[in-house]
C-alpha cells in the first residue's frame, strides 16, 4: 500500500467518523475533518463530503470553483474540487443547500499536508543505552 493510499484511508475513516454523529440530522453538515485553519492538498483533487436532507442540492464554493452534489437517502453527499495550486492566501471554503443554515470553513490554505506518527516505544537516543547512559 502505497503512502497516498495510507493517507487516504485515513482520510475516509475520519470522515466515517463524523457521518455516524450526523445521520439522525437532517440539517446541513460537514465532515468532521473539514474545521477552520486547515489546509487542503495542493495540486491533487480534494474531496468535500458532508450531510443534509436526502434529495437536498448542496453548492460547495471554494479556490474559484463551484460544485454541486445531490444528498443521497442516507443524506450523505460528496464534491470533488479539481486540482488547487499552492496558496498562502487564507480562503473560506462555503456550503450551501437550498434548506439549512449556510456552512463556512475559514482561514483555509492549499499546500502540503503531512500525516505524522510516533512509535512512543522507540525513545532512546542516539548514542546512549536503554537506562540514558552514554555509550563509550
Known amino acids: 500500500m502505497t503512502l497516498l493510499n495510507k493517507v487516504l484511508a485515513v482520510v475516509v475513516a475520519a470522515g466515517c467518523l463524523g457521518r455516524a454523529q450526523a445521520l439522525n440530522a437532517g440539517e446541513l453538515k460537514l465532515a468532521g475533518m473539514f474545521t477552520d485553519n486547515m489546509v487542503l492538498q495542493r495540486d491533487q483533487p ?15 464554493a471554494f479556490g474559484g470553483q463551484q460544485k ?13 474540487l479539481d486540482p488547487l495550486p499552492a496558496s498562502a492566501k487564507p480562503q473560506d471554503l462555503k456550503v450551501s443547500a437550498a434548506k439549512g443554515k449556510p456552512l463556512t470553513v475559514s482561514n483555509v490554505l492549499v499546500g502540503d499536508v503531512f500525516l505524522m506518527a510516533r512509535q512512543t516505544s522507540i525513545d532512546i537516543s542516539l548514542g ?5 547512559k552514554a555509550e563509550a
Open 46 to 60: 480534494a474531496l468535500v463530503r458532508g450531510f443534509a436532507d436526502a434529495g437536498a442540492v448542496v453548492t460547495v
Open 128 to 132: 546512549r543505552d536503554e537506562q540514558g
Open 68 to 80: 454541486q452534489a445531490t444528498a443521497g437517502a442516507d443524506g450523505a453527499w460528496s464534491v470533488t
